[in-house]
């Protein structure tokens, strides 16, 4: 066994031991609007439930050179987002939103993904996720180099073939989780293991 000081290594050393042992993450593809009217759409694997009562999630954002992304930034504003989760059929488009670009351009309109209308939030989501969420915004906490984003849930989209008897079918959501480098996974063989009472 190595034992490794995180102290005594770069953000970047960390990053690549958090990343590539922490596997798989679930990801979740987040919309978010600037109080001007753009469209924001970004991927993130720093992603998981908060609570089921209420119903919230989280994503960790992480900062840019000390800055706010534009989906904490829009986010914090606003106080609305839309989260999806990301699948077989959208992580190609869902990838390219990963891309750079200025607070006044929409990484939804690059990727050609597909607006839309929310029904609680002014957020809108993608028709290409087979779930999204909207989200109020919870609270944000300022964590290390990052922003934790804790959102409410206050309503569920689910694509009717995928849903019966109050779940959801695993194999039809065909949901990719993040690994290391540029490297995903499918949902692949699985087992079960009973509870203790």
């Known amino acids: 066994m190595i034992s490794i000081d995180p102290s005594q290594l ?4 960390n990053y690549k031991f958090l990343i590539g042992s922490i ?3 679930p990801i979740a593809f987040v919309t978010s609007q600037s109080p001007s009217g753009t ?5 993130f694997s720093f992603f998981n439930i908060v609570s089921a009562d ?9 900062r840019k050179a000390g800055e706010q992304k534009d989906t904490a930034r829009n986010i914090a504003q606003t106080k609305e987002f839309v989260v999806h989760i990301v ?3 959208n992580v190609s488009k869902i990838n390219e939103t990963a891309a750079s670009l200025k ?6 309109e690059l990727a050609g993904l597909t607006p839309t209308k929310s029904e609680v939030v002014g957020v809108p989501g ?3 996720a087979k779930v999204r969420m909207e989200c109020v915004l919870e609270q944000i906490v300022t964590a290390g180099g990052g922003d934790l984003v804790i959102g409410r849930i206050v309503k569920f989209h689910i694509r009717e073939d995928l849903y019966a008897n109050g779940r959801i079918d695993k194999e039809k959501l065909q949901a990719v989780s993040r690994l290391a480098g540029n490297d995903y996974a499918k949902i692949g063989e699985t087992f079960t293991i009973k509870r203790p009472d």
């Open 103 to 108: 607070p006044d351009e929409s990484e939804v």
């Open 87 to 89: 699948d077989e059929g």
């Open 39 to 43: 469209v924001n759409g970004a991927p």
């Open 54 to 62: 209420p119903p919230m999630v989280s994503i960790a954002v992480q």
């Open 10 to 13: 770069s953000a970047k050393e």
């Open 23 to 25: 596997i798989p993450r």
């Open 126 to 128: 993608v028709e290409e």
